[in-house]
């Protein structure tokens, strides 16, 4: 089961060489001696047996099966799914059982995979490090004093120690490539709209996407597949054929023009996550690419235009957790300062409520985002941030005019250790550094593996894509996954 | 009226668009059903769930701002509209801000019989939002939160300052619904909340040469046509006596917000925001643009079909009507003006029609609290029953007699005629006979004719009766009168 991809699981499935119920019995014992990694938030044995044992059977009676059939999927706890916690990291919603599944969800459903757990993330999806969540950081897989990234740290790490063949994450603003980089596996933020948010717990509605982990492009295209798609409940949500993913992946590309961004590789930048991209551009070079230096020049004004658009967005996205009709609701409501007894019960309700139920980090981005958006301050801050994510967009325009993908690195550094960065909350937004403008301007972004530090932390690439092409993202990608063995290779993790 | 002032009042009016589903989402909007019980995840506000606009709703809003003559605008957005209060269960509202669909317009006010009304009141925007959820505050200290109502597609029509007075002010709403219900956009029912108004209301008062404007107070809670007079008729005064008591003015004072209480016909302030409300506006992030086309435009301006202002004129111009029967018709709705408008036509005898259905068949639905649509005479019924009256098979008298039995039956007028005997007397003996008898039983009318001593048409009229009597109404009253005339000239020659 080690070194396990979906695909190889689903040939041996579907061949009959192993039941679905046996290989989800192997991945809840290997859970169950992973515990200290803090990867699931919930896990239910039963229910997972349970789907597992409906597949084998519909397989015996000659039941067409889905394209994931009896596959294990982590779920980031960030996506609804019907009577099961979806607590989104937070004490705010600990006890909220949603009627509803996210439309991933059906999706996954639909195509057989069996829903395995809820994964650990930052509270709300806001963080880079996983160490915002009500429920304990989740530890690195390969080296458990580090973080795994954030705020989907749980997902990645689900598929870095081989807890689940794949999983999916949300992308807010580098939530699924910053881990994927830090956990040494390939993880992909699709095009705003490609995959519906029905069901995604807000963020920054904007800018969040939902996506896959993976050890290998071939089962991030296979489950880029199954969850992309128009879907009538999502009014973002775009309604353009989804290609073959898995189908075309080992096509070489029609081009190979690959873009360098000047901005991605200047201070901040870890010298060994430095060479080990530089070492990624020269074997595409030798794969016969052709190499040039594009200029992203707003790419500076993207950690603050979204430290702006993102909490602006989530300020408003998260009022409606005041206790009133769902959400934590405090027990105790008194006074506690000079003050407050001037105030109407109401009020000091949903003041306790949400004093409780959210963590500090979240609680920092409301008041930015209630600041951002306030009478007086919204022309200087918010609306300056839209035209700089417009500035943003227009760049990558400009730059793939003359080239299909751009690459640089994913994370400026590779996974930092626990605890270092909390007390410092802009060093913690640089980790986004290089991941955060494909999401304010929509584009499709991957992170793969490309190497390992000295001290054995893996390294992550990131590509980049105009909007809508994931196919040739992917393909692009798997010319240096051919090259390399990057992603075979595992954490040794003591089990 | 010679008030040294003028009074400036604009309208804010909120109105449910009737659609089978919410303006976000797909949950159903009947009214009157439980708490709580027409709600669904997406209006609940519940995590995750995100709005997806109802075109049909849009549709409807469109229509009325066309109806209206707004300008439509090629490119819409909806924007959040941040605030908290337990009815509002995202705690934000979504809503249109800087760029509603729909600018300017205008609606005239039609004249009333004393001569007022007449005007038009300007439209300064229309825009689109949701309907929030219902407060209720129970005993105990607790507050009850029903949200049926919430993300009901909720059309803001903001009218200009170009109101004058109560009366226009009221004139303006009412024919405000009836357009909105000739376009079967709401059914503006005041007592369900599915027409709600505010009202803006300040002086201009005219001293030494200058005009001081007081502070402009909003007052909200107006349910019913008559509140909406009330109201400001004694706001209008109460500010008038109150800057006479100090003076102050528009500059002196923001404004302010005060209730109106119905029992005891007074407005109330209502308790003040301490600060400004900040709204904190911006783009909803899960809702794309709106651009509306040409194409779409037209489609929806041909559904508009006829609206009560130009019915009133064609009822004028085409039927010979006038302006008070061409309302009277018109104000109760477009399936009233239909059922005239077919009985004219299939009669010819317009006012007679419209008399008919003035006299009969109102006061019948309006007895019965029935709809139109519910009464049991169709407009072909009641205008063949209209052309054998005109016909000379019955006579007036009959002809409501037969009406009656219909309404009670829901038989044609043929088949009451046979089975009932109606049967107008034409024989000129039979009356001959009758007319002689009238006479011959009351002398003291003969009498009173020849000395004078009474009104000879009052005479002739008593006369007249008898003779129905005594032939059982049954008389033509063409022939009675005649007879009559040619006996008593004889008489009394």
């Known amino acids: 089961m080690n070194n396990a991809t979906a695909a190889s699981l689903l040939a041996k499935l579907n061949a009959g060489e192993i039941r679905s119920e046996d290989l989800v019995r192997q991945y809840l014992d290997r859970a169950e001696s992973l515990k200290r990694l803090n990867v699931f938030v919930h896990l239910d044995p039963e229910r997972v047996l349970d789907q597992a044992r409906a597949i084998d059977a519909k397989r015996r009676a000659g039941e067409p099966v889905g394209a994931l059939a009896g596959v294990p999927v982590a779920i980031k706890d960030v996506l609804c799914v019907t009577n099961e916690p979806t607590t989104c990291g937070s004490r705010m919603l600990k006890s909220f059982r949603p009627p509803y599944d996210a439309t991933v969800i059906t999706k996954l459903k639909d195509a057989g995979a069996i829903l395995f757990g809820k994964t650990n993330m930052d509270e709300f999806a806001m963080g880079s490090s996983t160490e915002n969540s009500a429920y304990g950081p989740t530890l690195n897989p390969w080296d458990e004093e580090r973080i795994p990234g954030g705020s989907s ?41 490609r995959v519906s948010r029905y069901g995604l717990i807000a963020f920054a509605s904007s800018l969040d996407q939902i996506g896959p982990f993976a050890h290998d492009l071939a089962d991030a295209a296979l489950l880029l597949k199954v969850i992309s798609g128009h879907d009538d409940r999502d009014a973002t949500s775009v309604d353009q054929a989804v290609p073959d993913y898995t189908a075309t992946l080992d096509k070489p590309p029609g ?9 991605f590789f200047g201070e901040g930048l870890d010298p060994e996550v430095e060479a080990a991209v530089r070492e990624a551009i020269r074997i595409y070079e030798k794969a016969g690419a052709i190499i040039e230096e594009v200029s992203l020049p707003n790419s500076k004004y993207g950690v603050p235009a979204y430290y702006i658009v993102a909490p602006a967005e989530c300020s408003s996205n998260l009022a409606r957790y005041d206790g009133t009709i769902f959400g934590h609701r405090a027990e105790d409501w008194s006074p506690k300062y000079p003050g407050e007894e001037n105030l109407h019960p109401l009020v000091r309700m949903m003041m306790a409520s949400r004093s409780e139920g959210f963590g500090p980090e979240v609680k920092r981005r409301i008041m930015l985002g209630t600041f951002a958006l306030s009478a007086g301050y919204a022309d200087q801050y918010y609306n300056q941030a839209l035209k700089v994510r417009r500035l943003i967009r227009n760049d990558f325009d400009e730059a793939f005019k003359k080239v299909d993908v751009i690459l640089g690195p994913t994370s400026p550094s590779p996974a930092f250790k626990l605890g270092e960065r909390t007390a410092d909350p802009l060093a913690m937004y640089l980790s986004d550094i290089y991941t955060i403008t494909a999401n304010l301007a929509g584009i499709p972004g991957l992170s793969v593996p490309c190497g390992l530090t000295k001290s054995n932390l893996p390294i992550g690439l990131q590509l980049l894509a105009p909007a809508f092409a994931e196919e040739n993202l992917l393909r692009t990608a798997r010319v240096f996954e051919r090259e390399t063995d990057w992603h075979t290779r595992r954490p040794g993790l003591a089990g | 009226m010679s008030h040294p002032y003028d009074v400036i009042i604009g309208l804010e009016i909120h109105v449910q668009l009737q659609t089978e589903s919410k303006m976000f989402s797909w949950c159903g909007t009947e009214f009157g059903l439980p708490p709580n019980t027409q709600t669904d995840p997406v209006s609940l506000g519940m995590p995750g769930t995100l709005p997806v606009m109802n075109r049909k709703a849009f549709d409807l809003a469109l229509k009325t701002a066309l109806a209206l003559h707004a300008e439509i605008a090629p490119f819409t957005k909806w924007d959040r509209k941040n605030y908290y209060y337990p009815d509002l269960p995202k705690n934000y509202q979504i809503s249109q801000y800087d760029l509603p669909f729909s600018l300017g317009g205008w609606l005239d006010i039609p004249e009333r019989k004393d001569g007022g009304g007449g005007g038009r009141c300007g439209l300064t925007r229309v825009h689109l939002e949701e309907d929030t959820g219902k407060l209720t505050h129970a ?47 709401s059914d503006c029912e005041m007592q369900e909340g599915s027409l709600r108004c505010d009202a803006n209301v300040n002086l201009h008062i005219h001293k030494d040469g200058q005009k001081i404007a007081t502070p402009i107070v909003e007052i909200k809670n107006l349910n019913s046509f008559r509140a909406v007079e009330k109201a ?34 007074v407005t109330k302030p209502q308790r003040e925001k301490e600060t400004a409300a900040d709204y904190r506006y911006f783009p909803e992030p899960d809702l794309v643009p709106v651009v509306v086309d040409e194409a779409w435009k037209e489609r929806v301006r041909a559904s508009i079909g006829e609206l009560p202002a130009a019915r009133r004129k064609r009822f004028e111009s085409d039927y010979e009507l006038s302006p008070y ?8 709705g477009s399936d009233v003006a239909d059922y005239y408008d077919a009985v004219a036509k299939s009669t010819g ?122 032939t059982g109404g049954k008389a033509n009253p063409a022939v009675v009168g005649e007879l009559l005339e040619a006996k008593l000239a004889e008489l009394l020659a």
């Open chain 2, 139 to 185: 005993a105990g200290g607790f507050s009850e939160v029903d949200l049926n109502r919430a993300g009901i597609p909720l059309l803001e029509i903001v009218g200009e300052p170009d109101i004058r007075n109560a009366a226009d002010a009221r004139g303006c709403l009412e024919e405000l619904r009836l357009t909105l219900r000739y376009l079967g956009v």
């Open chain 2, 232 to 265: 400001l008729n004694y706001e209008v005064e109460r500010q008038y006596a109150k800057w006479r008591e100090d003076g102050l003015t528009i500059k002196d004072s923001p404004k302010t917000t005060r209730g109106w209480n119905d029992a005891e016909e």
């Open chain 1, 255 to 263: 081009s190979l023009r690959i873009g360098v961004a000047r901005e």
């Open chain 2, 349 to 470: 005898e317009f006012k007679i029609a419209s008399n008919w259905i003035q006299q009969d068949v109102l006061r019948t639905i309006k007895d019965k609290k029935q709809s139109i649509a519910e009464f049991p005479v169709s407009p072909e019924a009641l205008a063949d029953l209209i052309n054998r009256v005109h016909r000379g098979e019955l006579n007036t008298n009959q002809g409501r007699e037969v009406l009656g039995r219909m309404i009670e039956t829901g038989d044609s007028a043929e088949v009451v005629i046979e089975i009932g005997g109606y049967k107008m007397v034409s024989d000129r003996d039979d009356i001959a006979t009758a007319v002689d008898a009238a006479i011959a039983a009351n002398p003291q009318a003969l009498e009173d004719l020849r000395k004078g001593k009474k009104k000879p048409e009052a005479v002739k009229g008593f006369l007249r009766g008898q003779v129905m009597k005594q």
């Open chain 1, 153 to 193: 740290g749980g997902s990645a790490a689900a598929v870095a120690a081989d807890l689940a063949p794949v999983s999916l994450g949300s992308d807010t603003g580098g939530s699924i490539r910053q881990p994927a980089a830090v956990c040494g596996i390939v993880g992909l933020k699709p095009t705003y709209g």
């Open chain 2, 325 to 332: 029967d061409a309302n009277v018709l018109v104000e109760q």
